[in-house]
C-alpha cells in the first residue's frame, strides 16, 4: 500500500491524532524509501484533500517533519525529503543539484510562500478564473504591436539591448519620467538621479523596505495584504504586523 492510500485511511476514533497518523506515514514512507531523498512532498493543500484535513491540519503534520529532520521546505517550491551527508555527497558526484537540498540551510516555509505557490499553480487553468494574481488577460494584449516595438527596438539598439544596464534602471525611461515629474500638476521626482524603476511590485516594497526600515521598527499593513509585500518586509529582517 503506498503513501498515499495509508493517508486516505487514517483512523478517525484512535489515541492517536490525525497529524500524529499523517507524521507516521511519511516517517515510514521515507524509512522504507519509498519516498526517496530530495523527493518533492505532496503541497499542503494536496495533502489536506488526500486525508481528508483541514489545511492547518496538513501545515501542522508538515512542520513535525521538519522538526523530525525529515523533510526540509524550500522557499517557492514546496517540501522535500532531506538527503542524507552521504547521499548528498554521491548525487554532487553524479553531477546532480539535489545535494543543495542538504548543503544549504533550512527555510521555513511562511502563509505567504504558500500562497504565492497556490497562486502561481492556478495561473492557465480554463476551469477557474484566479483573483488573486491579478493578471490581466492574454487576449488583452495588443501582441502584433508590442511585436512590432520589440522589432524596433532591437534594430536600434542592437546588442546593446542585451547587456547589464544601470541599476537604477534605463537612464532614458528615468528620463521620460522625470520628464512627467517635472509637469505642475505630477509633483514628483524632476530628474532622472531622483528615480529608481522596479520591474514590479514585488521588488519596489523590497527596495523601499530595505532603505525605510530600521531595527526595531514595526511594519503594518492590512489584512488581507499582498502577499508579497510579507516577503519584503521579511527580506528585510523586519516584523510584518497586520491591522
Known amino acids: 500500500m503506498s503513501y498515499k492510500e495509508r ?35 505532496p503541497p499542503t493543500r494536496e495533502l489536506a484533500e488526500l486525508a481528508g484535513v483541514n489545511h492547518l491540519t496538513a501545515a501542522r503534520a508538515y512542520r513535525r517533519l521538519a522538526e523530525l529532520g525529515l523533510v526540509a521546505g524550500r522557499v517557492g517550491r ?12 554521491l548525487t554532487e558526484a553524479e553531477g546532480g543539484d539535489a545535494w543543495q537540498l542538504y548543503a544549504l540551510p533550512d527555510e521555513a516555509e511562511t502563509h505567504a510562500d504558500r500562497v504565492l505557490g497556490d497562486m502561481f499553480r492556478h495561473l492557465g487553468r480554463d476551469d477557474i478564473i484566479p483573483l488573486m494574481p491579478g493578471h490581466p488577460s492574454e487576449a488583452l494584449f495588443p501582441i502584433e504591436r508590442f511585436g512590432r516595438i520589440a522589432a524596433e527596438v532591437c534594430e536600434r539598439e542592437g546588442a546593446r539591448l542585451y547587456d ?29 538621479e531622483e528615480i529608481v524603476t522596479a520591474t514590479g511590485a514585488a521588488e519596489a516594497l523590497t527596495i523601499t523596505a530595505r532603505a525605510l526600515l530600521r531595527p526595531g521598527d514595526v511594519a503594518a499593513v492590512e489584512s488581507p495584504t499582498f502577499a508579497g509585500s510579507l516577503a519584503s518586509i521579511r527580506a528585510a529582517g523586519k516584523p510584518a504586523r497586520c491591522c
Open 78 to 89: 514546496g517540501t522535500f525529503v532531506r538527503q542524507t551527508a552521504s547521499e548528498a555527497s
Open 7 to 41: 493517508l486516505s485511511d487514517l483512523n478517525r476514533d484512535g489515541e492517536r491524532s490525525v497529524t500524529a497518523q499523517i507524521v507516521d506515514v511519511f516517517s515510514a514512507g521515507i524509512e522504507s524509501g519509498e519516498l526517496a531523498p530530495g523527493e518533492q512532498l
Open 164 to 192: 547589464y544596464g544601470d541599476v537604477e534602471g534605463a537612464l532614458e525611461l528615468r528620463e521620460q519620467l522625470a520628464a512627467l515629474g517635472s509637469e505642475p500638476a505630477q509633483g514628483f521626482a524632476t530628474s532622472p
